[in-house]
C-alpha cells in the first residue's frame, strides 16, 4: 500500500445488516482527505464495539472498501462516500480488500519497504553502537601507546 512488498492483498464481499448503531464502522479517505499518500480510496478506520462490522467480524481496521452495493469507490470526495453509505439501506454488501501480513516470520506494521519485515533500524542501531564501542575502544588504546 505504501511500496512496501511485505503484505498479500485480498478481496472479499461482506454483506452487512445495519444495526441500531448502522452498520458500526468509521471511514477515512477519499480524493479530497487522502489517508495514504497518492491514494484516494476509503478505509475502515475504526470498528465500533458491538456494531454489525463487529458482530460479524470479518470487516477489519485498515481494509479498504472497494465498493458499496456494486458502486465502486474510486476517486470520490470523502463526504459523497459518507452519503452513499447513509442511502445504501439496511442490507449493505461491502467489497473490500484485506491487507495480509505474512504468516511465517516478523511482520511489520505498515510496510517499511525491508523484504525481511524487520524495520531497517532494528539491525542498523545495535550495528552502530557495536562499531561505536570498537572504534572508542581502538582509539583509547592508541592513546596508551
Do not use: C
Amino acid at each position: 500500500m505504501n511500496g512496501g512488498v511485505d503484505s498479500l492483498l485480498s478481496e472479499e464481499v461482506i454483506d452487512l445488516t445495519r444495526g441500531p448503531s448502522g452498520l458500526g464502522f468509521n471511514i477515512v479517505g477519499g480524493t479530497d482527505q487522502q489517508y495514504i499518500s497518492n491514494d484516494t480510496g476509503i478505509y475502515v478506520s475504526r470498528i465500533k464495539e458491538d456494531g454489525a462490522a463487529a458482530l460479524d467480524g470479518r470487516l477489519q481496521e485498515g481494509d479498504k472498501i472497494l465498493a458499496v452495493n456494486g458502486k465502486e469507490l474510486k476517486n470520490m470526495l470523502h463526504q459523497h462516500v459518507v452519503d452513499l453509505f447513509r442511502t445504501a439501506g439496511d442490507k449493505v454488501s461491502l467489497k473490500v480488500q484485506h491487507r495480509l501480513l505474512p504468516q511465517n516470520g516478523p511482520s511489520s506494521h505498515r510496510g517499511d519497504g525491508d523484504p525481511g519485515g524487520l524495520p531497517l533500524a532494528v539491525i542498523l542501531v545495535p550495528g552502530l553502537a557495536i562499531v561505536a564501542a570498537a572504534v572508542w575502544a581502538f582509539v583509547r588504546y592508541r592513546q596508551r601507546v
